[in-house]
């Protein structure tokens, strides 16, 4: 599912929970939620850093930044919460979802509290922090001369594009960013166009290769995935 626009189809991770364990939907789907949330302000760090010292695309990185902080304030609001379950109970059409909403609500207001907010967030940094070094390797293995913080910030800003592009896996969008960024350090497409290639596949394919092996021992283990009607 990250290759889904905005990897939203890892909503799938909530309901393979609740055929497991009976949770419902409402309960557990905040988290993949609160993962993109911290995907975000992980990346927006780095990002930022790297903004900073290279002076680029400083404008997109703050505005995303932004937004992400002033979605966990909200979230983190009672007043503005009920304020909304509360508007939404007024229309016709979605009134009769409040008490999922309701519940989406509780389980989001909790994880975005300070301390697990912070947990998570570090964590997802850590996770990134690799990505971007596994870019970092292959960049010196085809003797580009570039330090880790550029590799680390290109690697971030080229992801974050590719996210808000809601393209799915911010195919095209991120392979362009990260091979343009590159280029624009003065070397050959080839090497930049191979770069991408591989860190996309390592990255982005890998994990998507993981997901299929996953959900073949998923059903081995606890029968075929079946949608409810």
Not at 20 to 38: C, N, V, Y
Not at 48 to 55: A, C
Request: net charge positive.
């Amino acid at each position: 599912m990250s290759v889904t626009p905005g990897k939203m189809g890892e909503l799938l991770k909530a309901y393979l929970v609740k055929q497991i364990t009976g949770e419902p939907i409402s309960k557990t789907a905040p988290i993949i939620f609160a993962e993109r949330i911290t995907d975000f302000l992980s990346l927006v760090c780095i990002g930022l850093i790297g903004g900073y010292v290279f002076n680029f695309g400083r404008a997109i990185i703050i505005a995303v930044g932004i937004f992400f902080i002033i979605l966990t304030i909200a979230l983190t609001n009672r007043t503005i919460g009920e304020r909304a379950i509360n508007l939404f109970a007024k229309i016709n059409l979605i009134k009769k979802y409040v008490e999922h909403a309701k519940e989406a609500y509780e389980s989001s207001y909790r994880m975005l509290q300070l301390k697990p907010l912070v947990q998570m967030s570090f964590l997802s940094l850590a996770a990134w922090l690799f990505e971007c070094l596994g870019y970092y390797l292959i960049l010196i293995n085809f003797h580009v001369e570039i330090s880790l913080l550029w590799a680390s910030f290109s690697y971030a800003f080229a992801t974050i594009v590719g996210a808000i592009s809601m393209l799915p896996g911010g195919l095209g969008v991120t392979e362009g960013s990260l091979t343009v960024l590159l280029q624009q350090k003065h070397y050959p497409l080839d090497i930049a166009f191979a770069s991408t290639f591989i860190i996309r596949i390592v990255t982005l394919w890998f994990a998507v290769f993981v997901g299929v092996v996953s959900v073949l021992l998923y059903q081995k283990r606890f029968g075929k995935i079946t949608i409810e009607q």
